[in-house]
């Protein structure tokens, strides 16, 4: 079923003409569709850069100080990475036959972990380095190693889900998606903590989030049924 389209994707091609689709997609802002793109863009790398440092702190909070913010660190860092390489081949990612299909169960997914998060987020002790990790849900890990083995597998769901979640919001604008994918690293990078602290502060940004995230999952599910212009749907596997 994972089959690359015979049709492929053409990703956006040199700088130049990167820069172009940025020009193009941000000259024409106005446009209700590139608008709506935009602003899902941004609310998803929001939500999903705090979300991220959030797990990333309650899985640490167990740990002595001194490995807490060692698993900390990597947990950031290695999100940062993972945002960089899923970036950079995201537009192979699209052009896989049930991917997009499954990349919306999966968002589906992080929708309903999303706001168990929020509505019914079991006390945890926290660190001090995160804020609104106490209210998580997850279990702390309770030694080093499996601290740092639970952040791994969390970063690589958490990335995919973020570069999947941009770029099934903004698929027909490649401007668009590039900036996005740009965000998502900077804000997990520079602001992921900053972030963690505004989203416990004003818990309606993230129920505008999974509402985001939400429809995003469903027009990814719905587009990798049937099929797009780009790209093969299993439908057509199935025919």
């Known amino acids: 079923m ?21 020009v193009a997609d941000f000259s024409n802002l106005g446009d209700p569709k590139a608008l ?16 991220n440092a959030i797990v990333v702190g309650a899985l640490a909070a167990g740990l002595p100080a001194d490995q807490r913010k ?6 950031i ?64 890990s309770k030694g080093f190693a499996s601290a740092a083995w639970a ?11 973020n570069v999947l979640a941009v770029a099934g919001a903004a698929r027909e604008h490649p401007g668009i998606l590039v900036i996005g994918l740009l965000l998502s690293v900077a804000m997990m990078g520079l602001a992921a903590n900053f972030i963690a602290r505004i989203i416990n502060r004003y818990r309606w940004i993230a129920y505008i989030g999974l509402a ?12 990798g049924w049937t099929g797009t212009g780009e790209t093969l749907g299993i439908v057509s596997l199935l025919g």
């Open 2 to 22: 994972l089959a690359t389209a015979a049709s492929g994707v053409t990703g956006p091609g040199s700088p130049l003409e990167i820069w172009q689709h940025i």
């Open 36 to 51: 709506a793109a935009f602003g899902s863009v941004l609310m998803i790398d929001l939500v999903l850069a705090g979300d």
């Open 70 to 75: 060692k698993v900390i660190l990597i947990g």
């Open 77 to 140: 860092g290695a999100a940062l990475v993972l945002r960089i390489f899923f970036a950079l081949i995201v537009t192979w990612l699209m052009g896989i036959v049930g991917l997009i299909f499954a990349g919306g169960l999966l968002l589906l997914w992080v929708s309903w972990k999303f706001w168990r998060e929020i509505r019914e987020g079991a006390e945890n002790a926290g660190s001090e380095e995160i804020e609104g990790d106490e209210r998580s849900g997850i279990k702390s």
């Open 151 to 161: 952040v791994a597998v969390a970063d690589v769901s958490m990335s995919l889900d």
């Open 212 to 223: 985001v995230i939400l429809v995003v999952a469903v027009k990814m599910i719905y587009e």
